[in-house]
C-alpha cells in the first residue's frame, strides 16, 4: 500500500507544479510559497486537531532550520517552475538524493582524524560514480536551456534539490526524536508563510488578478495532500525495502511532469534533456539504494 501512497503523492506534486507554472504569470515565486504555507497551515491544523496532536515541540530550532532550507527550496522550486520546462525543474529539484550521496561522502572525510588508529575512510566508489553521473546528467539536461538564455533559471534549478536535500536530513533527525510529521509539515507551511510574506512585503505584492488567483487553491491543496501521501507512504514502509521501494517511486513525479509538459505546455525537449532526465534518475535511484545498504537514508 505503500508503494500506491507514493506514486499519488508524486501525481499530486506534479499537478501542483502545473498550478504553480500557470500562477506564476500572475504572482512572484515568493507570493506563491507565502498562500501555499498559509493553506497547508489551515489543512494542517485541522489535520492535528481531528487526530488530537498538539503543535507544540520541544525543538523549535530544528523546526526552524528545516523550514528556513525547506522555504529556500520551495521558492527556488517554484522560480524555476516559472522559467523552465516543468520536466527540467521537476528533474534539478529531484536532485536531492543526488547531493545527499555527496553530503554523506563528504561528512565522512570531515569527521575523519588521521591517526594510526583510524585509518582514511574507504573511498566508497560506486557512490562517488553515482554522484558523478547525477552530476553529468545536469550538464546533459540544462545545455539547451542555457543556449536559451534559461542558465540562471537552470542553477536556481539545482540549488532546489540542494536544499531539498538539506531540509530531508532534518526531518530525518526530527523523526529520529519523535516528532511526529503532521508536526513537522505544520512547521514548515508555518515558516513558509512567514518567510514567504516578509519576502513578498520587500518585492513588492503583485495586483491582485481577480479569477485567476483561484489556482492558488489548489496549488495549496495538491501541495499538501502531496506532503501527507508521501508521508504516510513512508510512515508504512515496515521494512527497509519497502522504504527503498517508496524512495524510488517518488521519481515517477518526473514522468507525470514530463507528461504535463507535453500535454499541458507543449514543452519541447532535445534528445539530450532528455537523456540527462534519464542519467539523474538513474543516478538518484542508485544513490539511495547505496545510501541504504550503508544504513543512510533521509526522506520527507
Known amino acids: ?33 507565502f498562500y501555499r504555507g498559509l493553506i497547508g497551515m489551515a489543512l494542517l491544523a485541522l489535520l492535528a486537531r481531528h487526530q488530537g496532536a498538539r503543535l507544540g515541540t520541544r525543538y523549535p530550532g530544528m523546526h526552524a532550520w528545516r523550514s528556513l532550507v525547506g522555504v529556500i527550496s520551495l521558492g527556488a522550486w517554484f522560480y524555476a517552475i516559472g522559467y523552465l520546462p516543468l520536466a527540467s525543474a521537476t528533474t534539478l529539484n529531484y536532485m536531492s538524493s543526488v547531493w545527499i550521496a555527496a553530503f554523506v561522502m563528504g561528512g565522512a572525510l570531515l569527521q575523519w582524524r588521521p591517526s594510526p588508529e583510524q585509518p582514511r575512510p574507504p573511498l566508497q566508489v560506486p557512490l562517488v560514480l553515482t554522484v558523478l553521473a547525477g552530476f553529468a546528467g545536469v550538464l546533459l539536461m540544462l545545455r539547451p536551456s542555457v543556449g536559451q538564455g534559461q542558465g540562471f533559471a537552470g542553477t536556481v534549478g539545482l540549488l532546489s534539490g540542494f536544499c531539498a536535500a538539506m531540509a530531508y536530513m532534518q526531518v530525518s533527525a526530527l523523526a529520529r526524536l519523535g516528532e511526529p510529521e503532521a508536526r513537522t509539515v505544520f512547521y514548515f507551511a508555518l515558516g513558509s508563510a512567514a518567510a514567504g510574506g516578509l519576502a513578498a ?43 527503498l521501494v517508496a524512495a524510488s517511486l517518488q521519481y515517477c513525479g518526473i514522468i507525470f ?6 500535454l499541458v505546455f507543449g514543452d519541447e525537449l532535445p534528445l539530450i534533456a532528455w537523456g540527462g532526465m534519464a542519467l539523474i534518475v538513474a543516478s538518484g535511484i542508485a544513490a539511495t539504494l547505496l545510501r541504504a545498504s550503508r544504513g543512510v537514508t533521509a526522506h520527507e
Open 1 to 33: 500500500m505503500q508503494a500506491l501512497w507514493m506514486v499519488l503523492a508524486a501525481f499530486l506534486f506534479a499537478s501542483m507544479g502545473v498550478c504553480v507554472k500557470i500562477a506564476s504569470q500572475w504572482f512572484s515565486a515568493f507570493e506563491m510559497v
Open 201 to 243: 512585503v520587500v518585492t513588492g505584492f503583485s495586483p491582485w488578478p481577480g479569477w485567476p488567483a483561484l489556482w492558488l487553491l489548489p496549488l495549496g491543496l495538491l501541495a499538501a495532500g502531496g506532503q501527507l501521501c508521501m508521508t504516510l507512504a513512508y510512515s508504512r514502509a515496515r521494512t527497509p525495502r519497502a522504504t
Open 257 to 262: 511532469a514530463s507528461l504535463y509538459g507535453v
